[in-house]
Structures are given as structure tokens and as C-alpha cells.
């Protein structure tokens, strides 16, 4: 379920939450501003609460959803090459850990003996606390999508990883519903919520889709 609303007037189901917030960056998005005041900024994150992941610039994770969740239990980078100042976020669990053995990925070395050795008998590498995923590319206004939108790979390893079977994945901030597509594609139920039409409307027509 997805609805259109602010997240400060929901009252959410018991589950995980998984979340790319506003980042408070300037960004133009369509009807809420990107440039808050500090206190009306962490009143907007306050809706978080355990378990959650937070994906977001590191001042803000380690600045803001640390003095609102406390101690965070496991921080990954999420890196990325490309042409502007800041090219990487970071990605914070509260309340919860993920297993990287759930997840593999090609091993850094293959040449290597004994990792050739282990790549000959199908074997890959569990996931290290560092994920190289590109950015999602040509988003534009043009094209009638989200400014900001987070990759479907990265999302995708993070349920892969963190969320229980059964466990409702939840998002205060969905934006163009990348989360909640990647929970549904992972079979998990989906609780959303997005202030802004158009972005609802992408959203739902995504999750129609998938």
C-alpha cells in the first residue's frame, strides 16, 4: 500500500523501515522545499523509528539520525563514479544488521590461485561494507521522473540482507517507490507514503506494473 501523505500525519504499521529521505541539499523537487531549517529538518527525519536503514550524505547520518536513533549497528558506503562533488552516501542500520552472506558479489582478486580455485567451483564473494552501484542515469524533469532516485540494485541489497521473511518494509518517503517495488519484487508487503502527486502517481503506476 502506498498513500498519498505526509509522513508526519501517518501512523505506520509495525515492520522495517527502508528510506532515502530528503537530503535538505537544495534539491528541486516538485511541492516541498529541500531547504529547511536544521530544527524543521530533524522534526521531518523524526518520523524514523527501529528498525530502520537510512540512506543518506554522511553529515546527516552521522550528524542527525545519530542524535535521533542513537547507536547505529552497521554503516556501509555506497560509492559511485561520476561527475559531481559528493560520490558517495552512506547507508545506516538502526536496530537491526544485515548479512552480508546473503548477498554475493565477484571476488576482487580472481587471479588469485585459490580465489580461481573458488570462482572453478561457483563460489563469489559475500558482500563487503563498501558497494560500488552506479547512480540512476538521465533523470530529468523531461522525463517525468523523481530528481533523485536510488538505484533498483541498491535497494535490492539491502532487503536482500536486512529484512526478515514476513516483515513489512516500510518507507515515510517514497518518492518514486523504488523501495517499495524492490520489496515487492523480493515478495515482502509494502506500507509507503509520498506527499507529492506526481511522485505518488509514479509510484503506484511502478508497483501496477511489477
Same mark, same amino acid.
Not at 68 to 73: R, S, W
Not at 105 to 118: A, E, G, H, S
Not at 170 to 199: H, M, Q, R, W
Given at each position: 500500500?502506498?498513500?498519498?501523505?505526509?509522513?508526519?500525519?501517518?501512523?505506520?504499521?509495525?515492520?522495517?523501515?527502508?528510506?532515502?529521505?530528503?537530503?535538505?541539499? !537544495?534539491?528541486?523537487?516538485?511541492?516541498?522545499?529541500?531547504?529547511?531549517? %536544521?530544527?524543521?529538518?530533524?522534526?521531518?527525519?523524526?518520523?524514523? /523509528?527501529?528498525?530502520?536503514?537510512?540512506?543518506?550524505?554522511?553529515?546527516?547520518?552521522?550528524?542527525?539520525?545519530?542524535?535521533?536513533?542513537?547507536?547505529?549497528?552497521?554503516?556501509?558506503?555506497?560509492?559511485?563514479?561520476?561527475?559531481?562533488?559528493?560520490?558517495?552516501?552512506?547507508?545506516?542500520?538502526?536496530?537491526?544488521?544485515?548479512?552480508?552472506?546473503?548477498?554475493? %558479489? &565477484?571476488?576482487?582478486?580472481?587471479?588469485?590461485?585459490?580465489?580461481?580455485?573458488?570462482?572453478?567451483?561457483?563460489?563469489?564473494?559475500?558482500?563487503?561494507?563498501?558497494?560500488?552501484? !552506479?547512480?540512476?542515469?538521465?533523470?530529468?524533469?523531461?522525463? !517525468?521522473?523523481? &530528481?533523485?532516485?536510488?538505484?533498483?540494485?541498491?535497494?535490492?541489497?539491502?532487503?536482500?540482507?536486512?529484512?526478515?521473511?514476513? %516483515?513489512?518494509?516500510?518507507?515515510?518517503?517514497?518518492?518514486?517507490?523504488?523501495?517499495?517495488?524492490?520489496?515487492?519484487?523480493?515478495?515482502? &508487503?509494502?506500507?509507503?507514503?509520498?506527499?507529492?502527486?506526481?511522485?505518488?502517481?509514479?509510484?503506484?503506476? /511502478?508497483? !501496477?506494473?511489477?
Amino acid at each position: 500500500m502506498i498513500l498519498n501523505q505526509s509522513a508526519l500525519e501517518t501512523k505506520f504499521p509495525d515492520g522495517i523501515m527502508i528510506s532515502d529521505p530528503p537530503y535538505n541539499q !537544495n534539491y528541486h523537487y516538485n511541492s516541498y522545499s529541500d531547504n529547511l531549517m %536544521q530544527s524543521e529538518y530533524i522534526r521531518l527525519l523524526g518520523v524514523f /523509528r527501529k528498525p530502520c536503514v537510512v540512506i543518506g550524505y554522511p553529515e546527516m547520518i552521522i550528524n542527525i539520525m545519530g542524535s535521533i536513533l542513537g547507536h547505529v549497528d552497521e554503516v556501509v558506503c555506497w560509492v559511485y563514479p561520476s561527475n559531481t562533488a559528493k560520490q558517495s552516501r552512506l547507508i545506516g542500520w538502526w536496530g537491526c544488521k544485515p548479512d552480508f552472506r546473503k548477498v554475493g %558479489q &565477484p571476488y576482487k582478486n580472481p587471479n588469485d590461485k585459490r580465489i580461481k580455485k573458488r570462482i572453478a567451483e561457483g563460489k563469489c564473494a559475500r558482500l563487503y561494507d563498501w558497494w560500488e552501484i !552506479n547512480q540512476v542515469k538521465n533523470v530529468s524533469k523531461k522525463n !517525468n521522473t523523481h &530528481p533523485c532516485p536510488v538505484p533498483e540494485e541498491l535497494i535490492k541489497r539491502i532487503i536482500l540482507t536486512t529484512v526478515t521473511e514476513g %516483515q513489512t518494509v516500510i518507507d515515510p518517503f517514497a518518492g518514486s517507490g523504488t523501495t517499495l517495488v524492490g520489496a515487492k519484487n523480493c515478495g515482502c &508487503p509494502y506500507f509507503g507514503t509520498e506527499i507529492d502527486t506526481e511522485y505518488f502517481d509514479i509510484s503506484r503506476g /511502478r508497483l !501496477n506494473e511489477n
